[in-house]
T-cell receptor, first 116, second 114 residues
C-alpha cells in the first residue's frame, strides 16, 4: 500500500482565498483524522470520521473550516476564507479499528499551507 | 484543562549513550499512551504503545515506561545512533468508543552526535 496520500504538499495562497486540502486514506481503514501542526500549539486534532461519518469536530477552530468524506477513499478539508493565522502543516491520518480503542494511526506527509 | 508536557528544549547526546525523553500530563486519565517519531517535513510514525495497566514495554532498542501515579511516561533509546535524531511525540489516548482519539504533546527534538 502507498500509505496515506495528501495533496497538495505545499500551498501558498492569499488571505481571503478558498483552500482545499485532500486526503486518500489507507485502503480498508475505517477511521480518518485531520490534524493541524504549528510550532506554538503542536499537533492538534481538528476532526475525525468513522466509516465516512464525522464523529467529533470539536477541534475545528471556526466556521471557516469544513471537512467532508464523500467515500471511504477520499476526504477534503476546506478553509474559506483563509487567514494568515491558518498557516500551518495539515496532516491526515487513518487507522483500522481493532476494538481495543488504541489503534495505531498512520500519517500522511502533510500539506504545508502558507496564507499571505 | 488537560495538559501534556514534553521537554521543549532539544536533547543532545553522544552516540552510544542512552537517550531518555519525558512526557508528563495533568488533568488526564489516559487509557493508553503512544510514542511517535517525526522527521523534518514528514508525518509522525508510530513507535510504541503502552496501556494504563502496563508498567514497561520494549521493542529492540526502545523502552517505554508508564507511571499513572506520577502521571509520567519515560521513553528510552539505548545505544543511540545519529539516525535516531528526530522529534519524538508522546500521545495520550482515551477510550472513546472504538476510536483511538489521541492528544499529542509538542514533542522533544533529539540530536545524537558522533
Amino acid at each position: 500500500d502507498a500509505g496515506v496520500i495528501q495533496s497538495p504538499r505545499h500551498e501558498v495562497t492569499e488571505m481571503g482565498q478558498e483552500v482545499t486540502l485532500r486526503c486518500k486514506p489507507i485502503s480498508g481503514h475505517d477511521y480518518l483524522f485531520w490534524y493541524r501542526q504549528t510550532m506554538m500549539r503542536g499537533l492538534e486534532l481538528l476532526i475525525y470520521f468513522n466509516n465516512n461519518v464525522p464523529i467529533d469536530d470539536s477541534g475545528m477552530p471556526e466556521d471557516r473550516f469544513s471537512a467532508k468524506m464523500p467515500n471511504a477513499s477520499f476526504s477534503t478539508l476546506k478553509i474559506q476564507p483563509s487567514e494568515p493565522r491558518d498557516s500551518a502543516v495539515y496532516f491526515c491520518a487513518s487507522s483500522l479499528a481493532s476494538g481495543g480503542g488504541s489503534d495505531t494511526q498512520y500519517f500522511g506527509p502533510g500539506t504545508r499551507l502558507t496564507v499571505l | 484543562s488537560q495538559k501534556i508536557e514534553q521537554n521543549s528544549e532539544a536533547l543532545n547526546i553522544q552516540e552510544g549513550k542512552t537517550a531518555t525523553l519525558t512526557c508528563n500530563y495533568t488533568n488526564y486519565s489516559p487509557a493508553y499512551l503512544q510514542w511517535y517519531r517525526q522527521d523534518p517535513g514528514r508525518g509522525p510514525v508510530f513507535l510504541l504503545l503502552i496501556r494504563e495497566n502496563e508498567k514497561e514495554k520494549r521493542k529492540e532498542r526502545l523502552k517505554v515506561t508508564f507511571d499513572t501515579t506520577l502521571k509520567q511516561s519515560l521513553f528510552h533509546i539505548t545505544a543511540s545512533q545519529p539516525a535516531d535524531s528526530a522529534t519524538y511525540l508522546c500521545a495520550l489516548g482515551s477510550n472513546t468508543g472504538t476510536a483511538s482519539k489521541l492528544t499529542f504533546g509538542t514533542g522533544t527534538r533529539l540530536q545524537v552526535t558522533l
